[in-house]
DNA sequence: CAATGATCCTGTCCGC
DNA sequence: TGCGGACAGGATCATT
């Protein structure tokens, strides 16, 4: 399950990946899985890109013919580069729902075991048509306990739920969210509207911190996360209580469900009366 | 506007 | 061995 720091690295990976490379085409392999703009009226390709940037888990790719790409990977999507045969003899693999043909005999496949995933082409001017609400960027210079708190305190939904939302903070997903309020000692219950200035002070520093360690990391491959060489990341080694039977002060972690999600936590280090 | 629930989809795992 | 059901869960849409 791709967050931030998964796509991170993703990206980081297609940058290299395409460094000189001119994109041929794109093909579908699913319905669905390929979105072209209605008011897209010529071939964008061949195009070349020109920058690669990450806004919450998605990612764009601007290409100089004025066309971008819209990547997200959803739960299951994995871009894998393929440099191995010539294009022709290579057939469509398990799960493959689409593919960028690359010159120089290179191409990426886009395999998605449950179909979720997206690859939209659009003008680059129209992208912020095919993205929704996203809000805060962790990483970036307007994520600030101010910023943060200011969002937090206006909802009444428990701090995981709230970390969830991407209109609120974008990029986040289940682990790092768990792992976040572990690092934090934030009960995942408590409403997000209560937070002290303390607490949330805390909130911050700890999702830069663990975002910025899993992406040095390669990311965490939970399932069937990899980078685009197929290679595992290896934060899943560093996790503290997600999927965890005991924390690392060795006391019990707890499984709830929240908004029908599940949450791993420890009661006893993260207590709701911790200030 | 906020919060909730259903939906999309397939592979894996568990109990019987 | 196989079958049904729960589970995994990001984002979107409809509903309250």
Same mark, same amino acid.
């Given at each position: 399950m791709p967050e931030l720091p998964e796509v991170q690295t993703v990206l980081n990976g297609l940058e290299k990946a395409l460094q000189g490379k001119t994109i041929l085409s794109l093909e579908c392999?699913?319905? &669905?899985?390929v979105i072209i703009d209605p008011s897209l009226d010529f071939d964008p390709f061949p195009a070349r890109p020109v920058s690669f940037v990450r806004r919450g888990k998605y990612m764009l790719i601007h290409l100089d013919s004025g066309i971008s790409l819209i990547i997200h990977l959803r739960m299951t999507g994995k871009l894998v580069l393929d440099s191995t045969l010539p294009q022709a003899d290579r057939e469509i693999l398990k799960h493959e729902r689409a593919r960028i043909n690359l010159d120089q005999d290179c191409l990426l496949h886009f395999i998605d075991i449950r179909t979720f995933g997206k690859i939209v082409l659009c003008r680059t001017d129209n992208v912020p048509n095919y993205l929704p609400k996203l809000g805060l *960027?962790?990483? =970036? =210079? *307007?994520?600030t306990p101010q910023t943060l708190g200011q969002k937090l305190n206006?909802?009444?939904?428990?701090i995981k739920t709230a970390l969830l939302d991407q209109s609120i903070v974008a990029g986040l997903g289940n682990i790092y969210v768990c792992e976040l309020l572990y690092r934090a000692a934030i009960c995942p219950m408590t409403a997000a509207t209560e937070l002290s200035q303390k607490q949330v002070r805390r909130i911050a520093a700890e999702t830069v911190k663990v975002l910025t360690e899993a992406i040095a990391l &390669?990311? #965490? =491959?939970? =399932?069937d996360f990899r980078r685009i060489d197929d290679k595992t990341g290896e934060f899943q080694n560093y996790l503290?209580?997600?999927?965890?039977? #005991?924390c690392p002060n060795g006391h019990k972690v707890k499984r709830i469900v929240q908004a029908g999600r599940a949450t791993f936590y420890c009661p006893l280090c993260q207590k709701q009366q911790n200030q």
């Open positions: 392999f699913y319905q &669905g899985t *960027e962790p990483l =970036s =210079s *307007e994520f206006a909802r009444k939904a428990p &390669g990311g #965490t =491959s939970i =399932s503290k209580v997600y999927q965890k039977n #005991t």
